[in-house]
């Protein structure tokens, strides 16, 4: 493969993701090495994280480069994500594509995880202005999109759990492994939504969003319903409980669209492949955009996208740089 790319590497949690993406937005390799060592504790253990991807990220980047079919040589640029994230994670990452970035002099962008989410959707064309809706294992927010570059404005994030840890905790209550969004969303298919009412906030203002009161309700109701006849009832439980958390999303949503009078909507996270909160954006009948499965849940491709969109900093400027574990940088400034 000939042309010019970015080589970018994203490590802010259990996944060890590196992409190579042409400065046209083509994505030439996306590899993703998730971690499944941590589903023993029931959540991500940092330490443990940190360490694993010491050993895959070189393994990582090599089968991104050999995918696409390039080498060192072909690179002009060097992307990873910044923060927020895990601390330990983060830095194993960013220091590999610094060093990679120095070993050549290239230039380098360090991104912020959030806007390589809604950055995402760039890599299907679908450009700025829209809203985003991001709902992932670690974050939940609603931002207005109205340019590529960014600063994104953040309208509406969870005051506690994320959705993706609100169907993590649901899973876990139900018995079903970790990460167990996706086991609970097939048991529920079996279920009927309304034979339990579950919280959804709706008497919250706002555009905030809160899950902790959520996974309380279904450990009361499990309690109250005793061992049998939980485990008699778990696809209704299921069921009640995913429709409480699509239905919490989508009153923000819907506030949101009202009051910024957007026409746009795209999702990510690795939510979005929660098929009925697919269905229930589609119903809505605006113009939306939902990533392929492997684009909203955590990748280096959408680094890449978000990457291109900001300003490269030369070598050696960048050397000092250093990852930061909470968002206290406007979402989408520049690195
Ligand atoms: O974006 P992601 O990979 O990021 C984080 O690591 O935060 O999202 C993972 C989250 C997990 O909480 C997982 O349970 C949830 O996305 N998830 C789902 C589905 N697929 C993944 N939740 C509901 N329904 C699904 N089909
Ligand atoms: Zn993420």
Do not use: W
């Not at 490590?11 to 030439?28: E, K, N, Q, W």
């Amino acid at each position: 493969m000939g042309g010019r790319v970015i080589l970018a590497v994203e490590t802010s949690c259990d996944d060890t993701c590196a992409a190579v993406v042409g400065l046209d937005g083509v994505i030439h390799a996306n590899v993703i090495s998730s971690q499944t060592v941590h589903d023993r504790f029931g959540g991500v253990v940092p330490e443990i994280a940190s360490r694993q991807h010491l050993e895959q990220i070189t393994p990582v980047i090599d089968a991104a480069l050999t995918q696409a079919e390039v080498g060192l040589d072909k690179i002009t640029r060097v992307a990873a994500t910044r923060g927020p994230g895990l601390v330990a994670a983060l830095l194993v990452g960013f220091s590999a594509a610094k060093g990679l970035a120095a070993g050549r002099e290239l230039p380098f962008t360090g991104v912020d995880h959030l806007h390589g989410h809604l950055a995402a959707s760039f890599l299907n064309g679908f450009d700025p202005p829209f809203l985003c809706l991001i709902a992932s294992g670690g974050h939940t927010l609603l931002a207005r999109v109205t340019r590529p570059e960014g600063p994104a404005e953040i309208l509406g994030q969870t005051l506690d759990d994320a959705a993706g840890e609100a169907f993590d905790k649901g899973a876990r209550l139900l018995g079903l492994g970790y990460p167990g969004g996706a086991a609970l969303s097939r048991l529920a298919a079996d279920g009927d939504p309304a034979a339990f009412r579950f919280p959804v906030g709706a008497r919250m203002g706002g555009l905030d969003f809160s899950f902790a009161g959520l996974k309380t309700a279904l450990l009361y109701k499990t309690r109250e319903l005793g061992a049998e006849e939980t485990a008699r009832r778990r696809a209704d439980l299921a069921a009640a409980y995913e429709a409480a958390i699509v239905e919490a999303l989508m009153i923000r949503l819907r506030r949101a669209v009202q009051t910024t009078g957007a026409t746009r909507i795209a999702l990510g996270g690795g939510v979005a492949a929660n098929g009925p909160l697919r269905a229930a954006v589609a119903a809505l009948g605006l113009e939306h955009d939902v990533p392929v499965p492997a684009l909203c849940t955590d990748n280096a491709a959408m680094i890449a996208a978000a990457a291109l969109h900001l300003p490269a900093q030369p070598y050696p400027t960048y050397l000092g740089l250093d990852v930061y574990a909470t968002g206290e940088r406007p979402l989408a400034a520049p690195a």
